[in-house]
């Protein structure tokens, strides 16, 4: 089969996430720190290969990823330096569940940094961004995936993200990794 490389993206590209972030590294978190939560918060280890197969099916695929270590923050600002260009997303599209979101701040962690299991940002050609969506969508791994961003020329090297209020503000990529290794 072909090669994805990770240094692939050029402006005009889009990003796909399949799902929500932080579930993993969050419920990991909670349970270490004994904090109890009224919701269930699991971790979200699930296969990839159906989704992955669906998306390379319909092709345009420039760069994929499943985001552990570091979460997407660590996955977005990898891809933007290994290919020189920006890679701007919107937070009101980042899927955050409510729980994680709470629990995030109460850890004092961004849920854009801590570890997922389960999920895949895909970097693919605008023209077949929507395409590999349905193609995504069609399977239970990636029934929440949606287009968080795309690929600019502005910033080469960084990741904007434009603040649910209004404002831009560089996404770092992680420094260290709150969630230690358990597998």
């Known amino acids: 089969g072909k090669v994805i490389r990770d240094r692939n993206l050029s402006p005009g590209d889009v990003i796909i996430l399949s799902g929500t972030v ?3 590294g969050v419920s990991l978190l909670s349970f270490r720190e004994g904090f109890g939560f009224e919701t269930t ?33 660590a996955t977005l600002n990898d891809w933007a330096q290994k290919s020189n260009t920006c ?21 004092g962690i961004d849920p854009y940094t801590v ?17 590999v969506l349905e193609a995504i969508r069609s399977t239970e791994t990636g029934k929440n995936a ?14 904007i993200l434009e603040t649910i209020v209004g404002g831009k503000r560089i996404m770092e990529p992680p420094v260290g990794d709150p969630v230690p290794r358990v597998c």
């Not at 693919?124 to 961004?129: G, L």
Request: proline share 6%.
């Open 22 to 24: 932080g579930d993993h």
């Open 146 to 159: 949606c287009i968080i961003g795309e690929v600019t020329d502005s910033h080469p090297g960084r990741v």
């Open 41 to 73: 918060l699991s971790s979200d280890v699930a296969p990839l290969w159906s989704m992955v197969e669906k998306a390379l099916s319909v092709g345009g695929i420039k760069a994929m990823r499943d985001p552990t270590r570091g979460g997407l923050s």
């Open 87 to 107: 890679i701007t997303v919107r937070e009101e599209r980042i899927p955050v569940r409510p729980e994680v979101a709470a629990a995030s701040r109460m850890l």
């Open 115 to 131: 570890a997922n299991e389960g999920k895949a940002v895909i970097g693919v050609r605008k023209d077949k961004a929507e395409e």
